[in-house]
């Protein structure tokens, strides 16, 4: 595996990231914990994550020195004297992990903060105000910067509902409403593609659903108020995703199943209606690998008379591989820039 621009930079200045029990911040693991621990051979590291693929990916080191956490809101047992942080790809997410991380370091904790330029790191100073006592810039290489910072003192407590934005939604008749946490897909507000998805769903949904990439859960929230007898399984990779559609399912009251997943890797089970606006960006890039291997194999996942109904940019190519992976694909709709592609099993009208 390639070593991210993000972690040729921390390895650079591996010599002065030394730390008793550091904290590592949603890093990708492509080698860079075997390096750090063989510089730092005292340490003991924990690596939070709140993307679930690269949790999986740090738990498979099977390292006794190395405790992988995947949740929304992070705790520490014993306190950390430093903390690597992935800048993400929302600035409201820095504000909340700035103000999540902070009951959890020492009193003079190092911060690190690295990320790519175009990510927005360089704003990291004046976001991270409320929070941080400085913000210096200390090295920049492979298009990335990287910070030192320290925390304030006396901090206040963390509130996860206190980061929660709250909205209602107008779809079909039906007023909905939403609940997400910063850097969940439709935090501020129901995006078109999901729009024009929720105008052209399958008809008379009975049965298992599947919400696959659910984020702020807009569209399991609607078909459960729409088709009260369905059965929603909601899949993200994202912690904060799932707990925002938790809340969201709740204030609609409804409820469901929530699965964290890469793609299906953790997805056991059949449904009779598969629903998705599948997520393609991975970091600040366009990455659409993700959304392909989970066309190519969701057919296993689709009940003998199953249904996958998907919105996606009009100009990506979905139809080929829904086509060779499942069956028989139509095209419903094209509007506003989006097409909903739609295929049976089994030649179902």
Known sequence: MATSNINQLLIRNIDALS?????????????????????HSHASIDSYHTNY?????????NNAKVNAHFCVEYVAKNKHDMAIIHFPKSKAEFGFTLAMLAESMTEDATI???????????????????????????????????????????????????????????????????????????????????????????EKMTGKVLDFGCGAGVIAAYIGTVYPTTQLT?????????????????????????????????????YDFVISNPPFHQGVKTHYAATEQFLSEIKQNLSSKGSITIVANSFLKYLPIMEKAIGNT???????????????????K
Do not use: W
């Not at 693929?53 to 080191?61: D, E, I, N, S, V």
């Not at 910067?145 to 901090?155: E, S």
């Not at 899949?235 to 809340?247: E, K």
């Open 234 to 270: 909601l899949v993200d990779v994202s912690a904060l995703a799932l707990h925002s559609a938790q809340t969201t399912l709740a204030l609609n009251q409804l409820s469901g199943k929530y699965i964290a997943s890469n793609s299906l890797s953790d997805v056991q089970d059949s």
């Open 53 to 61: 693929a690269q949790y999986k990916t740090c738990q498979q080191l």
């Open 330 to 348: 139509k095209t419903i709709v094209i509007k506003k820039g989006f097409a909903i592609y739609q295929c049976y099993l089994n030649t179902r």
């Open 19 to 39: 730390a008793t029990k550091p904290l590592l911040v949603n890093i990708a693991d492509d080698g860079f914990i075997t390096q750090y621990l063989s510089q």
């Open 112 to 202: 690190v903060i690295v990320g790519e330029n175009k990510s927005g790191v360089k704003s990291a100073e004046k976001l991270g105000t409320d929070y941080l006592e400085y913000c210096n810039k200390v090295d920049t290489a492979r298009h990335c910067l990287m910070l030192i910072a320290k925390f304030k003192p006396l901090l206040p407590s963390f509130d996860l509902q206190s980061f929660y934005k709250y909205y209602p939604i107008e779809v079909q008749d039906k007023t909905l409403k939403i609940a997400a946490l910063p850097g969940v897909f439709s935090q501020n507000a129901l995006d078109t593609g999901t729009e024009v998805l929720l105008a052209h769903l399958p």
